[in-house]
């Protein structure tokens, strides 16, 4: 398998309501905020200058999903499989008790229908297998110290490592990956002048202090500039206490004589304790290569119950 094709089987997950046997996960704005009425936070001294620093240079998030490997939970994954006329043909439901220590996983449900897998076993479509490469191997394997970016040891680590960045650190530039790297990088000097910034007061779960911020394309720009834009919002929310992400919501959406796609992605964070740690994960889309499937699915992960074993 080529591994560009698999690294762009990420990103291309798309909307498409109609005629759908079930409604697709929505990975909206983060729906478990409520904004305070419209205020001006500059007099806190607060920038989109201050916001856009944090997107770019925050770990703490990444470092949630790494944290998460020192603790039992309860997970929940539902992944929905779309024909060409966006009727469901293939459904993957997995509940799993995460262990904290080996054997690192336990079933305590497994069903799929159609679809899913071809007769050798394998998946069906890179969405799916991208799915498995990434929280799969995560439920499966310990937690280790360290950051665990910014390294490429080998080919598939690098791979990886763009990977991550388009999970973790959206907004930043992805080298390596053909014809879109540089159109993730929207706080460049440049790319600038074809967004609008805003950032609010809010609540999150209900008490917890939260600034969202929203970076969105400018409704003004003509057509043909909008669509040489890939990443067409991309929100972000902060706990007012310490500055750290708890939420994040992208929106892209690109094509060209290669491929065509369009991800909407949602990650949300809750504390167990001190920790802060994952709590929901949903994405839906299409994507279209020359010489491969097009390919239509929606993903959601539910996670709960944090807790140490001894």
């Not at 600038?192 to 720009?221: E, G, H, M, W």
Request: aromatic residues 16%; contains cysteine.
């Amino acid at each position: 398998m080529r591994k560009t094709p698999f690294l762009i089987a990420f990103l291309l997950f798309c909307i498409d309501g109609f005629g759908q046997d079930v409604p697709r996960f929505n990975p909206d704005t983060i729906q478990t905020i409520q904004l305070d009425s419209a205020v001006n936070i500059t007099a806190e001294r607060l920038s989109a200058e201050t916001f856009i620093r944090a997107v770019t240079t925050d770990t703490s998030f990444y470092q949630s999903f790494r944290n998460m490997k020192k603790y039992a939970f309860t997970a929940e994954n539902n992944i929905f499989t779309y024909d060409k006329k966006n009727k469901v043909n293939g459904k993957l439901y997995r509940k799993i008790r995460r262990n904290s220590k080996a054997p690192w996983v336990t079933y305590l449900s497994k069903q799929d229908t159609g679809h899913v897998f071809k007769k050798n076993g394998k998946y069906e479509l890179y969405t799916v297998e991208m799915f498995d490469y990434i929280f799969m191997n995560a439920y499966e394997s310990a937690y280790t110290s360290g950051s665990g970016m910014g390294r490429a040891e080998s080919a598939n680590a690098g791979y990886k490592e763009k990977l991550k960045t388009l999970i973790f650190s959206p907004g930043r530039p992805v080298k390596g990956l053909p014809f879109i790297g540089d159109k993730t990088a929207i706080f460049t000097a440049n790319m600038r002048q074809y967004y609008d910034y805003n950032f609010y007061s809010a609540t999150y779960l209900d008490s917890i202090p939260v600034y969202r911020f929203k970076v969105t394309v400018k409704p003004d720009l003509s057509k043909g500039t909008k669509d040489g834009l890939m990443i067409k919002e991309l929100t972000t929310i902060f706990d007012k206490r310490s500055f750290e992400i708890l939420g994040r919501y992208v929106d892209m959406k690109y094509s060209n004589m290669l491929f065509d796609f369009n991800v909407q992605m949602n990650i949300e964070m809750q504390y167990f304790g001190e920790e802060k740690l994952p709590v929901k994960v949903s994405y839906q889309g299409n994507w279209n290569v020359p010489l491969k499937k097009p390919e239509r699915a929606s993903v959601l992960v539910l996670q709960k119950d944090y807790r140490l074993e001894k």
